[in-house]
């Protein structure tokens, strides 16, 4: 058993109105002071539960119903609420994902600082104010000194994740519980966070517990890794060995499906199978004549785009501007310029992914794209012909069909109040696309095949599917339009990995098949690398660099692209590749 | 503020003929026509608004059309026992409310808890003369403790008539009071409360209880004090809503103040005294918002810095 | 059909917490009962207290039937002009109940509509009608509705006052409501607006107007209805507050605040009936409509069980 921590057999159990939910179950798990394990699995896995039960927090009505938690030799589930809550802090601490919403925003770093230090020892105020000075400098924030007085809101999102990082560490814990908590950070501050619990983990001999649901992460710093799926163990071990070489089923499933950087794959092995999104008789359901041969028929009949000459899309010095409200008067705040001069094409069949970590400004070149904004100087051509910008785009605009766009989050995706029927059928009423009542009940059907869902959700609604599922309706109803052109914006960047790798391949059918073209936006290189042809890089509303994929990710030439590609925790090192 | 003055005015100028309210039914046409050309009904429309407005800020109200007096001076003389009234219910509210609220979010249940809930659930749906009612028929018919309508002893300092020196005058105050803070408790402890909750549930709650902090620390220092922001906006609508209600409790109560004023010249259609009514009114409001600002400023450093830094 | 009924009992979060609350299903038999009770009080009555043939003003005072002098003709009694103070009570629950539904439904329609528009729009339309809204809501509802009826009584000749006092009332107690919907439909609209499903919805070029109504309004009831019952309740105390002032409904249809007011003159006198009894039929009907929504905010936020 472990020295640190040693979890043997915990199971923990929630009741609910449907009956006894397991969340966790028979886990087994161990811990060495410095060391740093790592609990990865997808949503619903029941990583945070572990951590919550560790910690003793698990919110009601959740119990631990069987097995133990032993730290430092003492058993805790046992423990009174006081005394468990002496440990905490002064052995175990927690920290969570996002900076944000951690820190009391009222109150300065200084006051939180003090307050956590003071709580645990019998420092005063001024010992324990330099002890907290000195705590942020160990974490890397600069002006240590001067910053004390400020207030959470005043620093930056990587900046207050190591303030976070301090307040946990103040109280010289022997174990410290990270909840995802990198997943809220941009690429190159997520490095240095890493890089950070790496160091402390080895000065200071503080084991960590690191929960996440990115391998990319788990491949960077951790020293071993159990693997949870649905709250039981599949598989653990040394990190090396787990990854590099898995021993079970769901872990090799997992470690396929993870996008590679290095290069590009047809499709993804999707060795595990897909779990059956309705019960079986439904799944036998089917409408008259409907089929996913009937689905390809039909959209391929509105696919009149030949080879031409010329890129589908093609866009020239776009420039965007937002200005933000004044206060107090009317009239023009400050200026945000969100886009500047960018020019791009896309040619016919082809994919050109948009590579941009948050605030480059690519969603708002999606919606310059489909009219939802209005650029404030450039052009884009269509086709060959230019396009309205913004609200000078009339409603009824043929590009209005011809333009669709897959969106990033499953969970708004879809209008929850109205049946997928609905949701799938609104563009073809609206487009007339078919005769009648029966054809656009037969073309829902067909698609919904077509994208792997039964025809029988068609009666469903939203909520009664999981994100996956959703993405796959919501890419139905951008097909259903029979577009053109397809801009999808970060689509998979809410899903597991296991579905992300469903979708993506799901896409590369589809584009195959129809001959789509795509502008793929995604800030994850790794999904950017199997999707595109074409790519290009965004920066603070700048093109960075504009190349074909290959070249790109062999040799990037600008030096914003390489930092890039640097900073994003592959797995090569581990495989050896 | 501009806004109020306008409706105010439009009160004023349109609404009735003020002459014919004024003089009666048998004054003749021409002296009706020379009243009118006196009180400048007669000028365009825009040089009567400057008018209307120059008088408010000089503090010359004009006339009430039923009692023929000064209007600046009947406010006055009912102004003191409005404040006094108001003042005395919105402390009861808070003093009560505040703490019964943060009790309530902590304990989710237990005899105590529910029944503060219950009791404040009746508490909102008891309209303020009902409860006003209820304690004239018990503290004053049945057990004949506390006097039951007017003001009871004042002492006059200036032209300010106050109750609080006497006892008698202060137990004349207790009733109406209670009577109108009642309602006012009950919203302060309910929002007290979802707040609480919510702040609660927060992750920097979660992580100071991570963290080890105390849980006394954590329930005021950091989760009371979050969930003032929202608590004080509130309060600040809240003295509004005394004011409003005056009107009941001194209509229940015969209590002379500035809502009994108002009442009567509705029911009278007394339209300059509701137009200065409804300016005063509003000038309140302006203050009370302009310090509930001030005071967001003082408590959330976010607000503080935003506005340094435009 | 068991296993329909069982599967929705489970899924419908509503019907379930429903059925599991019984102060809930307490609440709402009240409330049904005493909306049954005033909308049908013409047939259930005794007596029609409106017909002014129907009372005799030698019948007045008579206490409740089981006190001695009581008459089992009046089972609670009768007011100062003879009137069987029962019917007088099932009438003046549902004139109560009837202005109440009226304002409240006047100022959700009002609220709502500008509410979904100044979020949807933003802008200009979204300054002017908050900036209503702000001055309006710096007053207080009561201080509206006496306002807008005081100003009204002004302008309309003296001859149509009764018969358009009813819809005086509803158009003031509706008039100080309307800002809340106003205001939440606003903030839900906002939210709602930046979502995916409506993005989508403006790509392909729908009409907002469509928008507004087929995407984005069913997924803002939620709080609305909440809002809706909390402002039944309010409407409800304001109309029984006028009427009590004495500027509410006319005279000769009493309310239960007008009865109340009755009642509060011969408290002294110890004919406690009058005043008793209609405000404990006001506190019960006001506390099962506060109950009920209640209950829609619990539903609508689960942290609150």
């Not at chain 1, 001999?205 to 951790?222: K, P, R, Y």
């Not at chain 2, 409005?82 to 919105?90: A, D, K, R």
């Not at chain 2, 329930?219 to 009107?247: D, E």
């Amino acid at each position: 058993m472990g020295a640190l921590l040693g979890v043997t057999d915990l199971t923990v159990h929630y009741p609910t109105r449907f009956g006894i939910f397991t969340a966790i179950d028979g886990i087994n798990l161990s811990l060495e002071p410095g060391q740093i394990h790592g609990l990865v699995g997808e949503s619903g896995a029941g990583k945070s539960t572990i951590g919550a039960a560790i910690i003793g927090l698990i919110p009601s009505p959740g119990y631990i119903s069987r097995g133990d938690i032993k730290l430092l030799g003492q058993s805790l589930p046992g423990l009174s609420q006081k005394a468990y809550h002496k440990l905490r802090g002064a052995k175990i601490s927690m920290i969570f994902q996002d900076p944000q919403t951690s820190l009391n925003p009222l109150l300065t770093i200084e006051d939180q600082l003090v307050e956590t230090i003071r709580q645990h020892s019998d420092d005063n105020y001024q010992k324990a104010r330099d002890k907290a000075v000195a705590l942020l400098e160990e974490t890397g924030i600069e002006n240590a000194e001067s910053r004390m007085g400020e207030y959470p809101h005043q620093f930056s999102g990587g900046m207050r994740q190591r303030v976070v990082i301090a307040l946990a560490l103040c109280t010289d814990p022997d174990l410290i519980i990270a909840d995802e908590p990198t997943t809220a950070l941009d690429v190159a501050i997520q490095a240095q966070i890493l890089d950070l619990i790496r160091r402390l983990a080895h000065d200071r001999g503080v084991g960590f517990l690191l929960i996440t649901h990115d391998i990319g992460v788990i491949a960077e710093i951790t020293d071993s890794v159990s693997v949870l799926r649905g709250g039981k163990l599949m598989e653990e071990g040394k990190t090396a060995q787990v990854l590099g070489h898995p021993r079970h089923d769901y872990t090799k499933a997992l470690m396929a499906a993870v996008p590679r950087l290095e290069e590009k794959l047809d499709r993804f092995a999707n060795i595990l199978g897909d779990e059956p999104s309705l019960p079986t008789p439904e799944l036998l359901w089917k409408v008259d004549g409907a089929s996913d041969q009937f689905a390809t028929e039909w959209l391929l009949q509105g696919n009149r785009h030949t080879a031409s000459e010329g890129p589908v899309l093609s866009v020239r010095d776009l420039d965007v501007t937002f200005y933000t409200d004044r206060q107090f008067s009317l009239g023009k705040g400050n200026a945000v310029r969100a886009l500047q001069g960018i020019s791009l094409d896309v040619h016919p069949g082809q994919v050109l992914g948009v590579i941009g970590e948050s605030g480059s400004g690519k969603s708002t070149l999606a919606k310059a794209i489909v009219g939802l904004v209005r650029p404030s100087a450039g052009r884009i051509e269509f086709n060959g012909s230019e396009l309205p910008l913004g609200r000078e785009r009339a409603r009824t605009h043929p590009s209005r069909r011809k333009i669709q766009m897959v969106f990033q989050d499953p969970y708004s995706s879809l209008n929850n109040r109205r049946k997928i029927e609905d949701i799938i059928g609104e563009p073809i009423r609206f487009f007339d696309l078919a005769r009648d009542k029966r054809e656009q009940r037969r073309i829902v059907a067909s698609v919904l095949d077509l994208v792997g869902m039964p025809q029988r959700a068609m009666l469903k609604f939203p909520h009664q599917f999981s994100g996956g599922q959703r993405q796959r309706i919501a890419i139905a109803r951008a097909l259903v339009a029979r577009p053109e052109f397809l801009i999808c914006d970060e689509p998979t960047s809410a899903l597991d990995v296991s579905i992300q790798a469903q979708i993506l391949n799901l896409l590369k059918d589809l584009q195959a098949q129809f001959g789509l073209s795509i502008l793929f936006i995604s800030h994850n290189l790794a999904v950017v690398r199997q999707m595109s042809d074409q790519v290009v890089v965004l920066k603070s509303g700048r093109l960075m660099e504009s190349d074909n994929s290959d070249d790109f990710f062999a040799r990037p030439s600008d030096a914003y692209s390489r930092r890039l590609l640097a900073e994003t925790p592959s797995l090569d090192l581990l495989l050896g590749t | 503020m501009l806004a109020v003055s306008l409706l105010a005015f439009a009160l004023f100028r349109f609404v009735g003929d003020p002459v014919a309210v004024m003089v009666g039914q048998e004054t003749s046409i021409e002296d009706q026509e020379r009243l009118r050309e006196q009180l400048g009904l007669n000028d365009p429309v825009i040089a009567q608004y400057t008018r209307f407005l120059g008088n408010l800020v000089t503090g010359d109200f004009g006339y009430s059309y039923r009692t023929r007096q000064p209007i600046g001076q009947m406010i006055l003389n009912r102004m003191p026992a409005t404040v006094e009234l108001g003042f005395v219910s919105l402390l009861i509210s808070l003093l009560v409310g505040i703490p019964a609220g943060i009790y309530t979010a902590l304990r989710n249940d237990g005899v105590i808890a529910n029944t503060i809930l219950i009791t404040t659930l009746i508490g909102i749906s008891i309209p303020t003369f009902v409860i006003g009612i209820f304690l004239i028929y018990v503290f004053g018919v049945q057990l004949g403790w506390l006097p039951t309508f007017g003001r009871g002893d004042v002492v006059e300092i200036g032209w300010w008539k106050t109750n609080f020196l006497t006892l008698g005058g202060l137990r004349a105050l207790i009733l109406p009071a209670i009577t109108l803070g009642v309602y006012q408790l009950t919203l302060t402890m309910r929002l007290v409360r979802s707040e609480m909750q919510d702040v609660m549930n927060t992750d920097f709650i979660k992580f100071a209880i991570a963290r080890g902090i105390d849980y006394r620390t954590v329930h005021y220092k950091h989760a009371l004090r979050n969930s003032m922001v929202p608590v004080i906006t509130i309060i600040g609508l809240q003295f509004g809503g005394v004011i409003a209600f005056s009107i009941v409790t001194e209509s229940v109560f015969q209590w002379p103040g500035m809502g009994l004023l108002f009442l009567d010249s509705i029911r009278f259609v007394d339209i300059p005294v509701m137009s200065v009514y409804l300016v005063l009114i509003a000038l309140i409001f302006v203050i009370i918002n302009l310090i509930v600002d001030i005071l967001y400023f003082v408590i959330d450093p976010r607000v503080r810095l935003k506005a340094e830094a435009s | 059909m068991l296993t329909w009924w069982r599967r929705i009992r489970l899924e419908n979060e509503l019907i379930y917490l429903f059925l599991r609350s019984p102060v809930a299903q307490v609440a709402a038999a009240i409330a049904t009962l005493s909306v049954l009770g005033a909308l049908f009080a013409p047939l259930v009555a005794p007596t029609n207290p409106y017909d002014l043939a129907s009372f005799d003003i030698l019948d007045s005072f008579v206490p409740p039937a089981w006190v001695d002098q009581g008459d089992p003709r009046f089972l609670i009694g009768t007011d100062d002009q003879g009137r069987d103070l029962l019917s007088s009570i099932l009438y003046g629950a549902r004139l109560s109940l009837l202005v109440g539904l009226s304002s409240v439904a006047f100022a959700a329609i009002l609220g709502t509509g500008l509410g979904l528009a100044a979020g949807y729009f933003g802008g200009r339309l979204d300054t002017i009608v908050m900036r209503i809204a702000d001055v309006q809501l710096s007053l207080p509802a009561i201080l509206t509705a006496l306002l807008v009826d005081g100003v009204a009584r002004g302008i309309l000749p003296r001859e149509q006052h009764d018969d358009l006092l009813l819809v005086v009332l509803t158009v003031a107690i509706g008039l100080s409501l309307w800002v809340n919907f106003a205001r939440t439909a606003r903030a839900s609209t906002f939210v709602e607006r930046n979502k995916e499903y409506v993005q989508a919805a403006e790509i392909m070029g729908l009409h907002p107007l469509r928008i507004m109504a087929v995407a984005i309004l069913p997924n803002i009831l939620g709080p609305l209805m909440v809002i809706g019952t909390v402002d039944l309740a309010v409407a409800i105390l304001l109309e029984a507050t006028l009427s009590f002032l004495g500027v509410g409904v006319p005279p000769n249809q009493p309310s239960l605040g007008t009865l109340i007011r009755i009642g509060t003159e011969y408290i002294f006198s110890g004919e406690w009936w009058i005043v008793i009894f209609p405000s404990m039929t006001l506190i019960v009907m006001i506390v099962s409509v506060n109950i009920l929504g209640d209950f829609f905010r619990a539903v609508l936020n689960p942290r609150l069980r």
